[in-house]
Every structure is written in structure tokens, then in C-alpha cells.
């Protein structure tokens, strides 16, 4: 009994001593002044289409500005600029903008003082009948594929019901015009951050004041197949001169969800992926897209609601987007890359139409992607919490040994 009351004395020792360590760590104290401003300059009679608007969130900095926009005039898109001035405006030619989007109709001015920007673009929801049950769809046969829906061609719902200036949130959801949409909805929501933290929602990201967080779910859509399941087609979009790379990392910071040790076992779950754009001639990243290979099957989930997702490798995309923010924006020939995320687990006996919905959640952001400084620390904690009792056993056990042995030997003795 002892032995379990040294080792809790020593977690929680350990656990105390860790968490202020990190505590005094985490010293990210960047903050910028973040405003938020729906269709800048949009003047009748002008008008986008309804439910269209363009999202404009400035993170002024002390010599900088970081500007975010995101828009749903044709794909929903976020785009990020970095400029290195504090009076830099976001400039929209709007009626040019809202009829072909022609590269120059979107700037950030002055020009001169833009030094990054890259865009990150939802483009088509791929559903294939998951007859083999692997949750793949690289391995799934073309013919299990159904029809992508397209996002260019989505109808989104008023914008004014669903902004928050307090809290820099923004959603936006929008669903095509067929019958696997009539009770369904593709729903998106920024966050633009002011400093460092951490969202109170799993899958509980870090972020820090250069990024903003986009959480994306599917929500009462009707599948097409007895075994749909679901993948997100995402590209991105980025100045020639670019280069981009999927970087996989290991992370424990778990200690933010309730079930640690449930995660621990899972260990896909410890994986950040960072898509991660960095010049051609330099190996210094310079802007991110961050997440975590998890969704969630409902929208307050529990431990058991998580699922993990994987992605498809990069692939060049020859088109630039159906976004008009990407197309109004970029003058110089972008590179285009995209990728697939997969929901579901080989075998996974939950499907999409179980709980009619899926959730997952990405960070987009420039400078080097947020990584937590507690990792080792808790991997520490963790080999001393888990050492402690086998030490323990071990050196008990080899004293009980000796024990018995010198006791043997004292009641044999007197035989001999
Ligand atoms: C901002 O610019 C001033 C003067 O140009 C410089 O002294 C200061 O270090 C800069 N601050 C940051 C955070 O770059
Ligand atoms: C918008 O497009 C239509 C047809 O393509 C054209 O007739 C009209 O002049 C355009 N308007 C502007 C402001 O570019
Ligand atoms: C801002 O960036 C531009 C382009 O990178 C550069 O030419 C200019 O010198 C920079 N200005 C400042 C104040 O850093
Ligand atoms: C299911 O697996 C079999 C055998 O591996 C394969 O031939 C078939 O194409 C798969 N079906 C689908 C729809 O992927
Ligand atoms: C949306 O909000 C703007 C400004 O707050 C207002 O002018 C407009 O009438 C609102 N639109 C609707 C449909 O409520
Ligand atoms: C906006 O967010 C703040 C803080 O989260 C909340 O108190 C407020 O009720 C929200 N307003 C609306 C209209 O949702
Ligand atoms: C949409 O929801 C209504 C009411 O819940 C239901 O009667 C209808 O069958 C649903 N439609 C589809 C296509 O799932
Ligand atoms: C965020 O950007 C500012 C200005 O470029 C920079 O000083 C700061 O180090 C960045 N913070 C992080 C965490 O990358
Ligand atoms: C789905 O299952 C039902 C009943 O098991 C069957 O009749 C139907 O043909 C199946 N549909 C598809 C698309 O496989
Ligand atoms: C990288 O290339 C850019 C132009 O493509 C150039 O301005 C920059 O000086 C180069 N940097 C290095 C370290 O070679
Ligand atoms: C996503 O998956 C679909 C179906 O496998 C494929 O046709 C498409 O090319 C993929 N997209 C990307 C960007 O890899």
C-alpha cells in the first residue's frame, strides 16, 4: 500500500513542479490589436451576392500589421499579409472584384511594404462508399467515389446573424442546392487571436498573436452510400519563390484534455502536422498551416467522439483556386498545392452517418508553427510517474528475496 502512496506523493510533485515550469516557459508575450471589418470600402451599388461577404481581421503590431481575409465569393478562402508597415489598408476595386476578380482588384497598400502572404483554400468535399471498410480513400477504388461538392458553387447563410466583434469570431456556413444538403451545412469558423493561448474546445490548439484558426464541420448532410465516409480537399496557395513540406512531429500536450492517459495509448493522437512554406534558396520557414490527425463526431464531444484523419501526400495544382480572394489577390503566378483529409480509421465501426457529423480544426499563421515547450517535460513526468512504482517493485521485491533467503538459512541451519 505504501508503495502507491509514494508514487502519488511523486506525480504530484512532479506534476506541480512541471506545471510551473512551463508555467514560466511559456513566455510568448506577443500581442497585437486585433479589429475585425465586414466588406471594406463596399459601397452601393455595389453588392456581393447574398450570403458572400469579405472578412477583413488587422492584427496591428508595433511595426507591423498582419492583415487576415476571408472570404466565400466562390471557394471560402483565408488569406494572409504580412506587412511591415502600421498604416497598410486592405483595398478592394469592388465592382471589378465581385464580377471576374481580376488579379489587382484585391491589394494590400502600400505594395512596397507586403512581405509574406499565402492563402489557404477549401475547395470540394470528396464521399466514397467505404465498402472495404479501410477508411482510405487513396486505396478506394475511383468507381466508390461519388461526386464531389464543390464549395465554389455553395449558398451560404447571412453573415450578420453569425459575426462577433467582441470575441474576433466569425462563421460562416453554406450548403449546395441538392437534396443530400436539404437539412445539412458546411459551416466555417475563424478565430483571430490577440496573444498566445490556447482554445477551451478540443482539439485545444496553440496559438499564438501571427496566426488565426479556422474550425471547419459538416453537419446533418445525408449520405450517398450505405458506407459514406467523408474527406476535405484543401489547397494552398503561395508566392513563386515558395516552396512547401508536410512536417510530422510527436507532441504530448494532452495534458489539456481530460483522458491524458486514454491519448497516451492512442498515440496518433500526439501528432502535430505542420504544412510549412519556406523560400526556395532558404531553409528558414516563414508561414504555416498547423494540425492535429483528429475530428470530432459531435459538435461537444466526449474522448470516445474523437476519431483520427489522415492526409494524402502534396500534389502540384496546376489551377489557381475557384476563389475570388486568391484570384484578385495574386499577381505574379502563385503556386498552387493541395492535399485530402481523410476522417475514420481503417476498420472503424462509426460511420458518418452515425452521428451526422464531423469536425476538425486547422491553424494558419506565419513565422515558425506554434510548438509546445512541455512536451519533454512531460514525457519526464510521465517515465519518472510510470518508473517510480516498478523501481519500487523491483527494489521490494529483491529485499523480500534477501529476506526469505537469510531466514531460510537461519531454519536450516540448525539441521545441519
Ligand atoms: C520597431 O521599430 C523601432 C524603430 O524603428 C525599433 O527600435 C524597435 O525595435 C522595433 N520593434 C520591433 C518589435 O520590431
Ligand atoms: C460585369 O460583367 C458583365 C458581363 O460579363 C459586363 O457586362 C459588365 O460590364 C461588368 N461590369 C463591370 C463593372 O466590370
Ligand atoms: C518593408 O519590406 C519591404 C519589402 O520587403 C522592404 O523593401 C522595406 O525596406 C521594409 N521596410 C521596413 C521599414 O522594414
Ligand atoms: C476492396 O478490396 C479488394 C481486394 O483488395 C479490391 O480488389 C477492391 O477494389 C476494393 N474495393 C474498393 C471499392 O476499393
Ligand atoms: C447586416 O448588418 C449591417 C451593418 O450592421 C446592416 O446595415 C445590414 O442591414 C444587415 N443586414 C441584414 C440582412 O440584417
Ligand atoms: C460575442 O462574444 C462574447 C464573448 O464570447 C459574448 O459574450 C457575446 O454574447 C457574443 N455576442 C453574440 C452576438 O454572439
Ligand atoms: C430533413 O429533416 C426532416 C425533418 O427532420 C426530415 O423529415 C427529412 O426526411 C430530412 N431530409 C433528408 C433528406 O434527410
Ligand atoms: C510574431 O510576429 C512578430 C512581428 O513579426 C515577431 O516579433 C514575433 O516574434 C512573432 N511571434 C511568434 C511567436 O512567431
Ligand atoms: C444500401 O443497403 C440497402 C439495404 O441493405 C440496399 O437495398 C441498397 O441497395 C444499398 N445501397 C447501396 C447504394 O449500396
Ligand atoms: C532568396 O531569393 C530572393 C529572391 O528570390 C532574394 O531576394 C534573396 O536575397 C535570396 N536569399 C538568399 C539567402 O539567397
Ligand atoms: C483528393 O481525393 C480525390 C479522390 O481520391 C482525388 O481525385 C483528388 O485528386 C484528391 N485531391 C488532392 C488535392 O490530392
Given at each position: ?52 461577404a469579405l472578412v ?13 481575409l476571408l472570404c466565400n465569393h466562390?471557394?471560402p478562402a483565408?488569406l ?243 476563389s475570388a480572394l ?91
Amino acid at each position: 500500500m505504501s508503495m502507491f502512496k509514494v508514487h502519488f506523493i511523486f506525480s504530484v510533485l512532479f506534476v506541480v513542479f512541471g506545471a510551473a515550469l512551463g508555467f514560466l516557459g511559456n513566455g510568448d508575450t506577443f500581442r497585437r490589436k486585433v479589429s475585425v471589418e465586414l466588406n471594406p470600402g463596399l459601397n452601393p451599388p455595389s453588392s456581393l451576392p447574398p450570403g458572400v461577404a469579405l472578412v477583413h481581421a488587422r492584427g496591428l503590431g508595433l511595426n507591423d500589421t498582419l492583415h487576415f481575409l476571408l472570404c466565400n465569393h466562390g471557394a471560402p478562402a483565408l488569406l494572409l499579409v504580412h506587412s511591415n508597415s502600421t498604416e497598410s489598408t486592405v483595398q478592394v476595386n469592388w465592382p471589378v472584384f465581385i464580377n471576374r476578380s481580376s488579379p489587382g482588384s484585391l491589394t494590400v497598400a502600400p505594395e512596397s511594404s507586403v512581405t509574406y502572404s499565402s492563402a489557404l483554400v477549401f475547395t470540394r468535399i470528396w464521399e466514397y462508399d467505404d465498402v472495404n471498410n479501410t477508411a482510405d480513400p487513396q486505396t478506394t477504388a475511383e468507381s466508390s467515389f461519388y461526386t464531389p461538392y464543390e464549395l465554389q458553387n455553395f449558398i451560404w447563410t447571412d453573415l450578420n446573424a453569425t459575426a462577433n466583434q467582441s470575441d474576433h469570431m466569425i462563421t460562416l456556413c453554406g450548403r449546395e442546392n441538392t437534396e443530400s444538403f436539404v437539412n445539412g451545412s458546411l459551416c466555417l469558423k475563424l478565430s483571430v487571436f490577440e496573444s498566445a493561448g490556447r482554445d477551451g474546445a478540443w482539439p485545444s490548439l496553440l496559438h499564438n498573436a501571427n496566426s488565426s484558426q479556422l474550425h471547419v464541420w459538416l453537419d446533418g448532410l445525408t449520405p450517398r452510400g450505405n458506407r459514406s465516409r467523408f474527406a476535405l480537399e484543401f489547397q494552398s496557395v503561395a508566392d513563386s519563390g515558395f516552396q512547401g513540406r508536410v512536417d510530422v512531429r510527436s507532441s504530448i500536450d494532452d495534458e489539456y484534455t481530460p483522458s491524458i492517459f486514454k491519448m497516451l495509448m492512442c498515440g496518433v493522437f500526439r501528432q502535430v502536422f505542420d504544412w510549412v512554406s519556406l523560400p526556395l534558396n532558404s531553409s528558414s520557414v516563414w508561414g504555416f498551416s498547423q494540425w492535429k490527425p483528429v475530428a470530432y463526431r459531435k459538435a461537444t464531444p466526449v474522448f470516445e467522439d474523437a476519431t483520427p484523419c489522415r492526409n494524402s501526400p502534396l500534389v502540384s495544382v496546376s489551377r489557381v483556386p475557384p476563389s475570388a480572394l486568391v484570384q484578385a489577390f495574386f499577381t505574379h503566378e502563385p503556386q498552387t498545392h493541395g492535399l485530402n483529409i481523410s476522417f475514420g480509421v481503417d476498420k472503424d465501426p462509426v460511420l458518418y452517418s452515425d452521428t451526422g457529423y464531423i469536425s476538425w480544426t486547422v491553424l494558419m499563421g506565419m513565422g515558425k508553427p506554434p510548438a509546445d515547450s512541455f512536451s519533454t517535460l512531460i514525457i519526464i513526468i510521465i517515465a519518472v510517474g510510470l518508473c517510480t512504482p516498478l523501481a519500487i517493485i523491483i527494489v521490494g521485491g529483491v529485499f523480500v528475496c534477501v529476506r526469505k533467503r537469510m531466514t531460510r538459512s537461519s531454519i536450516y541451519e540448525p539441521i545441519n
